[in-house]
């Protein structure tokens, strides 16, 4: 493309002044973000309301010291939660400026590339095939620029723009390149005009998430359910409905699970950030969580598979029918096809093929290569198969030059069919040593005028390239890892059969016999294929309608699936796919835009992390879950049954010890438990079911065996220190003490269902070990301050009395080892 001399751009003067007039190039951000909305969720959060109201029931009761120790624990709660959401907003934050796309400007005389956000309006603006428009602005140059504007009109139908014509921000580029002039940024766009800002989507929730929301308003409306009884029974007993209400309140914060939402987020946000520092880049933190469930691989050849760069190793001479390597000394006639697929090439080209086109041109004719060749007329490329068409002026005369689909190109040419046939047998055996085969013809120019299509030319077949694209050095061991996780992978490719299955075969894929091409994949029914795209490995000769038919196949047979793509014709597959994975380097706009994740590096390795991650996140989630549930039943048990059996001691716990447990459970569930390194053959596993629970079943049912376990062991200390008599303040101090004990081993206990506690202990997490210790320190303050005893209404007792209930403990929560060990004999 012509470069504008005219056009120095703005300077950084005028950038600013511009700014300043009319804003930043941002859209509106989506609502309840920021600061207030995250403080507006905190007070709302039903934990900070009991807490109130458990603090106004102090104050109504004239005990001061409760009333400000729980004041202090609402402001540590809502620390604690706001902390967590910053956390978790600036580890999206970051992926987000990780994630921002970029622009080509023109500014002070030079092109640079900034953010989209930094774009004002007067900026050039230069966009390329398979980018999205930044702004709004205007057509100042162009080179056959079309832009599919359905995300404003509804329409699919791409709309060809000439100079002068006005182009939208949010619309993607089709085909061609473009300069613009911005004429409108950010909320001054017609797409933020219209409000239909992407940032505002809501995404949808994931099944996790789901199931997450409904457990935990289930336990609401028990934890709700039981205040009013336990009131109810307070009030009958005592007749004073303030200390009723105090006691109910007492056992609705112990019912109530409200770490298990925090944490959700927590390793979310977090288990992004981690990808993102292994060169992941998620678009959702949500994504995280459906990683460990991908069950199929759609992945595309070039420059996933194989590498990103591409030669020209031989060519086909139609003329004396007879192959030519290269590098090396070319007979004219191949010079001739050579030449013509530079001349049917990009000027400065930016495809992979192209760019080895014209690298074997200015080795082969270095003079040829420095002469220009002006651009006279384009047809982009088109046709299913595609093929590309330009119209030059090379030595004064204009030459007609097409590359393109071998098919596409015969189909044109019109050879005779015995020619046709040694063409295509020719095509199949390169093909079939894995090189990507391109045909290429040329025509004359009849008159002046163009043909509306390049199919309207009379075509002459020259021959054909053959572009080497060897698989990378760790394909073959990434495929063997998928597979040794239990998840197929399935080459979608747009290259000829006979290449697709040679690399197939080249990178160890299981089953690379079987073959679909897009065309028979448009042919079958949806029943048929669903059956058909099971057993099929391979599918070659792909564009965008028969991609998204295999992975609305695939998804239909209740496969979980990631596609990987970078070209805008992957951009459907992406978008309908479970995960959609874009290259970094390579990836169009279009197709990072519609992928839920992006390789950095181009490195399909990458996603064998990104699983790795997404498994070693849930199975820690998991923990922290059964960790909460496990924890929360003792608590809830030891405040209901003495009050519902009637024993003497009736109402053992008051808010203030509620609180500290709940300080203590919060950041070990979202914290420590987030740190948990991956598990030993966690990727020698079968992936999960996407729509499987882990709240019901056996295996909460385990977790509550756990949380009755440790139940039993406290409230027997309960009952043998009130039946010996024992002063109320030291049987409270006994029951507290193994409560909290109890908490750090169940810590222990839960870093594995299946490794004993004596392998995990010898697993690094220092955070975890961290928390384990400020609990006990929190523990002894309680039992040995003066004042910290007053406050929770201990009392001292012998050493050895502590160790009986660490020993206590220890029984509530080790029979689990004892179960891990019968079940793993």
């Given at each position: 493309?012509?470069?504008?001399?005219?056009?120095p751009?703005?300077t950084?003067?005028a950038?600013?002044?511009?700014?300043?007039?009319?804003g930043?190039?941002?859209?509106p951000?989506?609502?309840?973000s920021?600061?207030?909305?995250?403080?507006r969720?905190?007070?709302?959060?039903?934990?900070?309301?009991?807490?109130?109201?458990?603090?106004?029931?102090?104050?109504?009761?004239?005990?001061?010291a409760?009333?400000?120790?729980l004041g202090?624990?609402?402001l540590?709660v809502?620390?604690?939660?706001?902390?967590q959401?910053?956390?978790?907003?600036?580890?999206?934050?970051?992926?987000?400026?990780l994630t921002?796309?970029?622009?080509?400007?023109?500014?002070?005389?030079?092109?640079?590339?900034?953010?989209?956000?930094?774009?004002?309006?007067?900026?050039?603006?230069?966009?390329?095939?398979?980018?999205?428009?930044?702004?709004?602005g205007?057509?100042t140059?162009?080179n056959?620029?079309?832009?599919d504007?359905?995300?404003?009109?509804?329409?699919?139908?791409?709309?060809?723009?000439?100079?002068?014509?006005?182009?939208?921000?949010?619309?993607s580029?089709v085909?061609?390149?473009a300069?613009?002039?911005?004429?409108?940024?950010?909320?001054?766009t017609?797409?933020?005009?219209?409000?239909?800002?992407l940032?505002?989507i809501?995404t949808?929730?994931?099944?996790?998430?789901l199931?997450?929301?409904?457990?935990?308003?289930?336990?609401?409306?028990?934890g709700?359910?039981?205040?009013?009884?336990?009131?109810?029974v307070?009030?009958?007993?005592?007749?004073?409905?303030?200390?009723?209400l105090?006691?109910?309140l007492?056992?609705?914060?112990?019912?109530?699970?409200?770490?298990?939402?925090?944490?959700?987020?927590?390793?979310?946000?977090?288990?992004a950030?981690?990808?993102s520092?292994?060169g992941?880049?998620?678009?959702?933190?949500?994504?995280?969580?459906s990683?460990?469930?991908?069950?199929?691989?759609?992945?595309?050849k070039?420059?996933?598979?194989?590498?990103?760069?591409m030669?020209?190793?031989?060519?086909?001479d139609?003329?004396?029918a007879s192959?030519?390597?290269l590098?090396?000394?070319?007979?004219?006639t191949?010079a001739?096809?050579l030449?013509?697929a530079?001349?049917a090439?990009?000027?400065?080209?930016?495809?992979?093929?192209e760019?080895?086109i014209?690298?074997a041109?200015?080795?082969?004719?270095?003079?040829?290569?420095?002469?220009?060749?002006?651009?006279?007329?384009?047809y982009?490329?088109?046709g299913?198969?595609?093929?590309?068409?330009?119209v030059r002026?090379?030595?004064g005369?204009?030459?007609?030059?097409?590359?393109?689909?071998?098919?596409?190109?015969?189909a044109?040419?019109?050879?005779?069919?015995?020619?046709?046939?040694?063409?295509?047998?020719?095509?199949r055996?390169?093909?079939?040593?894995?090189?990507r085969?391109l045909?290429?013809?040329?025509?004359?120019?009849a008159?002046?005028?163009?043909?509306?299509?390049q199919?309207?030319?009379?075509?002459?077949?020259?021959?054909?390239?053959?572009l080497?694209?060897?698989?990378?050095?760790?394909?073959a061991?990434?495929?063997?890892?998928?597979?040794?996780?239990?998840?197929q992978v399935k080459?979608?490719?747009?290259?000829?059969?006979?290449?697709?299955?040679a690399?197939?075969?080249q990178?160890?894929?299981?089953?690379?016999e079987?073959?679909?091409?897009?065309?028979?994949?448009?042919?079958?029914s949806?029943?048929?294929?669903?059956?058909?795209?099971?057993?099929?490995?391979?599918?070659?000769?792909?564009?965008?309608?028969?991609?998204?038919?295999?992975?609305?196949?695939?998804?239909?047979?209740?496969?979980?699936?990631?596609m990987?793509?970078d070209?805008v014709?992957?951009?459907?597959?992406?978008?309908?796919a479970?995960?959609?994975?874009?290259?970094?380097?390579?990836?169009?706009?279009?197709?990072?835009q519609?992928?839920?994740?992006?390789?950095?590096?181009?490195?399909?390795?990458?996603?064998?992390?990104a699983?790795a991650q997404?498994?070693?996140?849930?199975?820690?989630?998991?923990?922290?879950?059964f960790?909460v549930?496990?924890?929360?039943?003792?608590?809830v048990l030891t405040?209901?049954v003495?009050?519902?059996?009637?024993?003497?001691?009736?109402?053992?716990?008051?808010?203030v010890?509620?609180i500290?447990?709940?300080?203590?459970?919060?950041?070990?569930c979202?914290?420590a438990?987030?740190n948990?390194?991956?598990?030993?053959?966690?990727?020698?596993?079968?992936p999960?079911?996407?729509?499987?629970?882990?709240l019901a079943?056996a295996e909460?049912g385990r977790?509550?065996?756990?949380?009755?376990?440790?139940?039993?062991?406290?409230?027997?200390?309960?009952?043998?220190?009130?039946?010996?008599?024992l002063?109320?303040?030291v049987?409270?101090?006994?029951?507290?003490?193994t409560?909290?004990?109890?908490?750090v081993?169940?810590?222990?206990?839960?870093?594995?269902?299946?490794?004993?506690?004596?392998r995990?202990?010898?697993?690094?997490?220092r955070?975890?070990w961290?928390?384990?210790?400020?609990?006990?320190?929190?523990?002894?303050?309680?039992l040995?301050?003066?004042?910290?005893?007053?406050?929770?209404?201990?009392?001292?007792v012998?050493?050895?009395?502590?160790?009986?209930?660490a020993l206590?403990?220890l029984?509530?929560v080790?029979?689990?080892?004892?179960?891990?060990?019968?079940?793993?004999q």
């Amino acid at each position: 493309m012509p470069r504008l001399a005219f056009a120095p751009g703005l300077t950084s003067k005028a950038v600013l002044a511009a700014r300043l007039t009319h804003g930043p190039n941002v859209l509106p951000a989506a609502k309840g973000s920021g600061l207030l909305a995250t403080l507006r969720e905190v007070v709302l959060e039903p934990m900070f309301l009991l807490l109130l109201v458990a603090c106004a029931v102090y104050v109504g009761l004239g005990e001061v010291a409760e009333a400000i120790t729980l004041g202090v624990a609402l402001l540590v709660v809502a620390g604690i939660s706001v902390y967590q959401e910053i956390r978790s907003d600036k580890a999206l934050g970051a992926l987000r400026q990780l994630t921002q796309p970029r622009a080509q400007v023109r500014r002070n005389g030079v092109v640079a590339t900034v953010p989209v956000e930094d774009l004002v309006v007067g900026d050039a603006v230069l966009v390329a095939e398979g980018a999205r428009l930044p702004a709004d602005g205007t057509v100042t140059e162009l080179n056959d620029f079309s832009v599919d504007e359905a995300i404003l009109t509804g329409e699919a139908v791409a709309v060809a723009k000439a100079v002068g014509d006005p182009a939208f921000a949010g619309t993607s580029t089709v085909a061609g390149s473009a300069w613009l002039t911005v004429t409108a940024v950010g909320t001054g766009t017609r797409l933020g005009r219209i409000g239909q800002s992407l940032e505002a989507i809501d995404t949808e929730k994931t099944p996790l998430q789901l199931q997450v929301r409904q457990f935990v308003l289930r336990m609401a409306w028990v934890g709700a359910g039981a205040f009013v009884l336990v009131w109810g029974v307070n009030f009958a007993h005592s007749g004073n409905w303030v200390t009723a209400l105090l006691f109910g309140l007492t056992l609705a914060m112990s019912i109530l699970p409200e770490e298990i939402p925090v944490a959700f987020s927590s390793f979310m946000a977090l288990g992004a950030a981690r990808l993102s520092r292994l060169g992941v880049l998620t678009k959702q933190p949500q994504t995280v969580e459906s990683l460990g469930s991908a069950t199929v691989i759609c992945a595309d050849k070039t420059g996933t598979l194989t590498q990103e760069g591409m030669r020209v190793a031989q060519l086909y001479d139609g003329a004396t029918a007879s192959i030519v390597s290269l590098p090396g000394a070319l007979p004219p006639t191949a010079a001739q096809v050579l030449a013509c697929a530079r001349y049917a090439s990009e000027t400065e080209p930016f495809d992979a093929m192209e760019k080895a086109i014209v690298a074997a041109f200015a080795t082969a004719a270095p003079a040829a290569a420095a002469a220009p060749s002006p651009m006279l007329h384009e047809y982009p490329l088109g046709g299913t198969p595609p093929m590309m068409t330009h119209v030059r002026q090379v030595s004064g005369q204009p030459l007609v030059a097409g590359k393109g689909a071998v098919e596409h190109i015969l189909a044109v040419c019109r050879p005779a069919p015995a020619v046709a046939e040694e063409i295509r047998r020719v095509t199949r055996e390169l093909s079939g040593r894995g090189y990507r085969v391109l045909g290429v013809a040329q025509a004359a120019q009849a008159g002046p005028d163009f043909p509306a299509a390049q199919d309207d030319y009379a075509w002459e077949f020259l021959g054909l390239i053959a572009l080497e694209n060897p698989p990378k050095a760790n394909a073959a061991a990434v495929i063997q890892e998928f597979l040794a996780a239990g998840i197929q992978v399935k080459m979608i490719t747009g290259d000829f059969p006979e290449t697709a299955q040679a690399i197939a075969r080249q990178v160890g894929l299981p089953g690379a016999e079987t073959l679909l091409t897009g065309q028979q994949v448009m042919d079958l029914s949806n029943a048929e294929l669903q059956q058909q795209a099971t057993a099929t490995a391979v599918f070659a000769r792909m564009f965008p309608e028969a991609k998204l038919k295999v992975v609305e196949a695939l998804k239909a047979n209740g496969e979980v699936v990631a596609m990987t793509g970078d070209g805008v014709n992957d951009g459907p597959a992406l978008k309908a796919a479970h995960i959609g994975v874009a290259m970094g380097r390579r990836g169009t706009e279009v197709a990072r835009q519609a992928a839920s994740l992006v390789l950095v590096d181009d490195d399909l390795a990458g996603m064998v992390t990104a699983i790795a991650q997404g498994r070693r996140i849930y199975q820690n989630f998991k923990k922290a879950v059964f960790y909460v549930v496990s924890i929360h039943i003792p608590i809830v048990l030891t405040v209901a049954v003495p009050l519902l059996a009637g024993w003497e001691w009736a109402n053992l716990f008051t808010p203030v010890h509620i609180i500290f447990l709940e300080l203590v459970m919060g950041p070990t569930c979202s914290i420590a438990f987030e740190n948990e390194p991956a598990e030993a053959g966690q990727m020698q596993q079968p992936p999960r079911p996407l729509s499987s629970t882990f709240l019901a079943g056996a295996e909460l049912g385990r977790s509550l065996l756990q949380g009755l376990g440790i139940a039993a062991a406290v409230l027997g200390v309960y009952y043998a220190a009130m039946r010996l008599g024992l002063p109320l303040p030291v049987g409270r101090t006994l029951v507290f003490a193994t409560l909290v004990l109890s908490n750090v081993g169940l810590t222990l206990v839960n870093r594995s269902f299946t490794q004993s506690v004596w392998r995990t202990l010898r697993v690094p997490n220092r955070i975890l070990w961290l928390m384990l210790a400020l609990t006990l320190a929190l523990l002894l303050i309680t039992l040995l301050v003066p004042a910290a005893q007053r406050l929770f209404g201990f009392a001292p007792v012998p050493l050895a009395w502590l160790g009986g209930c660490a020993l206590a403990a220890l029984v509530g929560v080790g029979w689990v080892e004892g179960y891990k060990a019968l079940r793993h004999q």
